[in-house]
T-cell receptor
């Protein structure tokens, strides 16, 4: 299974952009990169996903390098409510032609007032 | 949007008893459901994947006779922790997906905190 590597923790000031890096050097050509976040004792919340191109939605932007070995999640204007653990995940194929999400260790983001 | 309901949110049981956790997709049909376990300050670990009407596929190291998974309908999957012991105390989270949601389709429940005493 492809694995992801993330810094264990980061912090940023409220209102500033938060840039969360992720390495996935063993990713295969058809494996998507997903980002989820988890606030304490809750289920993970979907943020964004991508394959090759950069993606943007109402929550964040995802920048994927051309060789697809790393990506960066950008929260453009972080708020205190964005404090959470952010998981960079690679979606891998299973033996029965479906897919599963394998979580990495995550980055604990603290947004400071 | 897609909603997954997980019940109960918290459960305390005695050692040696069995506990059942339910995961329901409320507004979509989940062709595949996933069960994860999360210990304090750790990431989510995938336990098993189940397709509706089929036997679950367990990840390496997960005891299938201890963690019984049933996915009898497109909206309901259950995880039964049999003969629970204190080391089974953990946060259990389900996830559901459907091909209709495309590549985005992985919705998580709110989790069940199991405490075995």
């Amino acid at each position: 299974d492809a694995k992801t590597t993330q810094p264990p923790s980061m912090d940023c000031a409220e209102g500033r952009a938060a840039n969360l890096p992720c390495n996935h050097s063993t990713i295969s050509g058809n494996e998507y990169v997903y980002w989820y976040r988890q606030i304490h004792s809750q289920g993970p919340q979907y943020i964004i996903h991508g394959l090759k191109n950069n993606e943007t939605n109402e929550m964040a932007s995802l920048i994927i390098t051309e060789d697809r070995k790393s990506s960066t999640l950008i929260l453009p204007h972080a708020t205190l409510r964005d404090t959470a653990v952010y998981y960079c995940i690679v979606r891998v194929a299973t033996s029965d032609s479906s897919y599963k999400l394998i979580f990495g260790s995550g980055t604990r983001l603290l947004v400071r007032p | 949007g897609a909603v997954v309901s997980q019940h109960p949110s918290r459960v305390i049981c005695k050692s040696g008893t069995s506990v059942k956790i339910e995961c329901r997709s409320l507004d979509f049909q989940a062709t595949t459901m996933f069960w994860y376990r999360q210990f304090p300050k750790q990431s989510l670990m995938l336990m098993a994947t189940s397709n509706e009407g089929s036997k679950a596929t367990y990840e390496q190291g997960v005891e299938k006779d201890k963690f019984l998974i049933n996915h009898a309908s497109l909206t309901l999957s259950t995880l039964t922790v049999t003969s629970a012991h204190p080391e089974d105390s953990s946060f259990y989270i389900c996830s559901a997906s459907t091909a209709r949601q495309g590549a985005r389709g992985y919705t998580f429940g709110s989790g069940t905190r199991l405490t075995v005493v």
